[in-house]
Each structure stands twice: as C-alpha cells, then as structure tokens.
C-alpha cells in the first residue's frame, strides 16, 4: 500500500482506524475475562495494525495500577506486529507498529524494576524507528524512554548522556515539552548524585515555566523531585509543600504510582523530622502496594526504612522479624548479591549487637550507596574506615 500519495495515506488512516473499531471489544473482552494472555493463540483476524495499537494503548494505561498486566499485553502486541501482512500495510507503518510495542515493554519492564530487560526493549524500540526516516520523532521518544530506564537501573553516567543527544533532536523538531521533561531527567541525575543545590535551581526554574503550562504530568515529577532536593537541604517545610502538591496533582491525573513516591517523601520528612512513627502507616501501605505490583526492590527498600523506624521506636523484635522477611524477598526475587549479603549481616548483627540503631543505618547506608556504585563491597562494621 502506498502512503507516498495523499489519496493512499488517507487510505490507510481509514483502514487502520476501522481496524481499531474492530479491534477495541476484542481487546476489552480478553481484559474481562481475566484470562492470561502469554500463550494465547492469535487468530488470522487479529493480525492487524488496528489490534496492534489498541493492545499497545491498553499497556500502556495500566503501567500506573498493573505493570504486569501491562506488560503481557505489551508482549501480545509484539507478536501480532511481527506477523501483519507485508502486502497490506507499508513499511512505514509496520516499522512503527514493531517499535511502539518494543517501547510498551521497555515501560512495563522500567515499572516492575526490570531494568535490563526495559533497556533491551527500548534497544529494539530504537532500532525498528531507525529503520524509516519518517519515525525520527518516534525514534527519540524511544531514546528518551531508554534513558529513564537507565536513571531508574541507577547509570547515570549512560542516562545523563543519552538524554543530551536526544533534547537535540526535540530542539530541531522544536517540541518544548520534550525539551522541558529532558532538563528535569537531568535535574533528576544531579538529584541522584548528591548535587542538591544545583538540582533545585534547575527544578525551580522549570517550575516557572511550567507554570503557565497544561502539562500536569511534568508539573508533578518537578513537585516531587524539588521536594526531595529541598529535603537534602534541610528544607523539610518546603519539602512538605512541594509533596503535597505533587500528591494532588498525581491523584486528579489517577497516577497511583507517582501518588507513592510522594508518599514515601512525606515519611522521610517525617523520619527526619523526628517522628518514626508518623511514618509507619505510610510505609506499610507503601510496602503492600509495591509488592502488589511485583515490585521487589521497592517494597524490599521500604522494608529496610520500616526496620529503621521500628528500632528507633524501640520494636527491635518487631524489626528482626521484618529483617528476615526482606532478605528473603530480596533472594527469592534474585536482587543484588551485594544487598544480600549486606542483609543477612545485618539480620545475624541484630541478634547480638547493643547497638542496633547503628548496625541498620549501616546497611540502609551501604544499600543506598548502591545504586551509584552496584559493585560497592560491603565492610561489616567492625571493618569500616
């Protein structure tokens, strides 16, 4: 089919769309029946461009509340875009299918902290777009995605880089929104390593930019991001401000996850403001979400924050409990060997140790530390310089 002639791209607008038509009750059946979608078998009606896009917009409006359901259907769009017909719809367009649904699992992957596997599919995103001129746009909106995939696995230096070659290619288009999200990627990265100041100027900056803005998502990763740069400052009522409207911005736009990380910035506030047990019922609504959401490294991460909450409550118990549960969740879902590790230290130290105030401070140190520098060793107390 040619799209090089007016007449025939508007025949393929109209065909694709009567497809999704088509498409749309299919795809809302298999959600209801709640039947998996990994093995099913794919009718030759199925395999059309119409399905494939109605399966990639279902994926990726249930990153949010089921990343994992997101990602089957992801995968299920995958595998029709790969058999669509060569003689019913032109290159263009079948690169595009192949690429958008790649870029759907990289996202589903990014959500359930499955980096490398998100990494690898916005790889495969990235190189379907390259094969046709015309997705240059698409091409760096996979690059874009890759790039937080790398913020997220903690390669900042990859990230960082990344995204300074993209926000060109939306400087030559000249759209100002990409622009925007790729200055508060590199805000983020300063954030991650420690650079509070230099973050909260940037954040504050786009703040005001953005103010005279529709574009709510991004108003709200700034809200949430400037509030953690203030917190690395000691600004933790500024910090509040900041949370609180991050969380309202997030939950009018039904964003359950972002609705989380402002969260969790409130109960670090609290903690830092020297009152733990504030804090608790925030971090176990936290924890529960994160591990229904097949998210271990998160709910294993606010597991950590609840031992430290615990002691310094004086629930030691409570905490070595808690301790052991972790480290288990952590080996079951073949996280870290070094977070392992460093965990069942601190599982076996509080059994004995008079300081246990000191010895989970030491891990969640080291645990953080981390994400920096993933190879990091880890030195028992006793060791430490």
Known sequence: MNIETREGLFAVMEQVASEREAARPIVEKLVASGEP?????????????????????????????DPLQSLAFAQLALAIAGNVGEELYPSTLRAYLKGRAWKEMGFANRYLDGFDAAIRA?????????????????????????????????????????????????REIGDLRRQITCDVMDASIQLARGH???????????????RVSDDLHTLGLVQNNLAHAYLGLGRLSDAVMSLERAKEIFSALDMPGEVNRADWGL??????????????????????????????????????????????????????????????????????????????????????????????RHVRSYVEKLKTEPARLFLPLDEKN
């Open 196 to 210: 509070f100041n230099f973050a909260r100027a940037k954040l504050e900056a786009t703040l005001q930019t953005l």
């Open 122 to 170: 916005c790889k495969e995103a990235e190189r379907s777009f390259s094969s046709n001129p015309a997705l240059v746009y698409e091409e760096a909106l996979a690059r874009f995605t890759r790039a937080g995939a790398l913020f997220r696995a903690e390669k900042y230096e990859e990230a960082g880089a990344l995204t300074s070659t993209t926000i060109d290619i939306f």
């Open 37 to 65: 979608v990994d093995d099913i078998e794919i009718p030759e009606g199925w395999r059309t461009a119409g399905m494939v896009m109605e399966l990639c917009d279902f994926a990726f409006s249930r990153l949010e509340n």
């Open 267 to 360: 109960a670090l506030v609290l903690f830092e403001n020297g009152e733990p047990t504030k804090a608790l019922p925030l971090l176990r609504r936290l924890r529960d979400d994160y591990a229904r959401r097949h998210m271990p490294g998160a709910a294993g991460e606010i597991g950590l924050f609840i031992v430290d909450v615990l002691i310094a409550s004086g629930d030691v118990e409570t905490a070595k409990a808690l301790t052991t549960q972790v480290l288990k969740e952590f080996i079951d879902a073949n996280l870290s060997t070094y977070a392992i590790s460093a965990l069942a230290y601190l599982r076996d130290l509080l059994e004995t140790t008079n300081d246990p105030e000191k010895a989970v």
